[in-house]
C-alpha cells in the first residue's frame, strides 16, 4: 500500500522535456498513465472490467481521484452554464495582450526564436552534405584499411541530430514561460497577492531550470556534431553562441533557477526495484 501510495512522483511533468521515450520516471508519472489510458479511450478499447488486471485498479484509482478533488460527477456535471459569466472581459484581454507582447519582445525570448528558426534551417538545408557524410563513412567500412568504428560514428551523429531537433522546439515555448511567470505583475497587495508573486517566481525559475538542461544537452550535441561535422563548423559555432548567450541570460534574468530542485529528476532518488525496471531505457 505504502509503495502504491508514493508511486507517483507530485509535480514531475511539470519541468520536464516531455521526452517521454527516453525518460526512466514514466511510470512514476500521472500524466504519462493518463495519456496511455487516453489513448486506449480514443481507440475505442473498452474499460477493463477484470478485477485481476492492473488496469481495473488504475481506472478506479483515476475516478476516485477525480471524486476526491471535485466532488461526485453529477453533482458537477449538471451545474447550469447560467452560473458562471464566461462573456469577454475587455479589460483582462487588454492586459493579457500587453502581457504576452512584453514576452514575445524579450531579450531572451527573440534569442530562443532566432536559435529555433536557424537551427530548423540547418536540419532542412543539411541533408545533402549529411548523406555525403554518409556516403563516406560507407566507402571507409568496405574499405580494408580503415581503422576507424565507422558504425558508431553514424550511431553518434543521428544521436546528436535527434537531440538538437527535439530541444529546438522545446526551447523558445519554456523560455516564454519562464520570462513570462518573471513579468507577471498582480494588482493589489496582501497575503493573496504576495502567495500568487511567489507561485509565479517559483514556475520561472522551474522552467528556467529545464531550458537550461535543454541548453546544456543542445550545446553538448553541437559539440560533438563539430568534431564529426568539420565542413559545418562556421554554422556551429554560430548556434553554440546563441546557446550560451541564452545560458548567461538564464542565470542573469532568473538566478534561482539553477538551483530550482525540478520533483524527481534533481532530488528524489529512484528505487532500486525501478532503477532495474528501467535499466534499458
Given amino acids: 500500500m505504502t509503495a502504491q501510495k508514493h508511486r507517483f512522483i507530485p509535480g514531475i511533468y511539470n519541468y520536464c522535456d516531455y521526452w517521454c521515450e527516453r525518460c526512466a520516471f514514466t511510470r512514476r508519472c500521472r500524466n504519462f498513465t493518463m495519456g496511455g489510458e487516453m489513448e486506449r479511450e480514443a481507440r475505442g478499447d473498452h474499460p477493463v472490467e477484470d478485477a485481476t488486471n492492473a488496469a481495473f485498479w488504475n481506472g478506479l484509482a483515476e475516478k476516485l481521484r477525480e471524486t476526491t478533488v471535485f466532488g461526485p460527477r453529477d453533482q458537477w456535471a449538471s451545474d447550469s452554464d447560467d452560473d458562471f459569466d464566461d462573456g469577454p472581459d475587455p479589460e483582462w484581454e487588454a492586459r493579457e495582450a500587453a502581457h504576452q507582447e512584453s514576452v514575445?519582445?524579450?531579450a531572451l525570448c527573440r534569442l530562443a526564436m532566432e536559435y529555433k528558426q536557424q537551427a530548423d534551417a540547418w536540419l532542412k538545408s543539411s541533408n545533402a552534405d549529411l548523406k555525403a557524410h554518409a556516403q563516406g563513412l560507407l566507402d571507409a567500412a568496405r574499405s580494408p584499411f580503415t581503422r576507424d568504428d565507422v558504425e558508431e560514428e553514424a550511431r553518434q551523429i543521428g544521436e546528436m541530430i535527434e537531440v538538437v531537433a527535439w530541444y529546438h522546439t522545446f526551447i523558445p515555448p519554456k523560455m516564454s514561460r519562464a520570462?513570462?511567470?518573471?513579468?507577471e505583475r498582480d494588482r493589489g497587495d496582501g497575503p493573496a497577492a504576495?502567495?500568487?508573486r511567489e507561485s509565479r517566481l517559483h514556475d520561472a525559475n522551474g522552467s528556467g531550470k529545464v531550458t537550461l538542461v535543454a541548453i546544456e544537452r543542445s550545446i553538448a550535441a553541437w559539440l560533438r556534431l563539430r568534431d564529426m561535422?568539420?565542413?559545418?563548423e562556421s554554422a556551429i559555432l554560430n548556434m553554440l553562441a546563441m546557446l550560451d548567450r541564452m545560458r548567461r541570460g538564464i542565470r542573469a534574468t532568473l538566478p534561482g533557477a539553477e538551483s530550482f530542485r525540478r520533483p524527481g529528476f534533481d532530488g528524489e532518488p529512484v528505487p532500486e526495484e525501478e532503477e532495474s525496471n528501467h535499466a534499458d531505457v
Fill in 104 to 106: 514575445r519582445q524579450h
Fill in 179 to 183: 520570462v513570462g511567470g518573471l513579468l
Fill in 194 to 196: 504576495d502567495i500568487l
Fill in 229 to 232: 561535422l568539420p565542413a559545418h
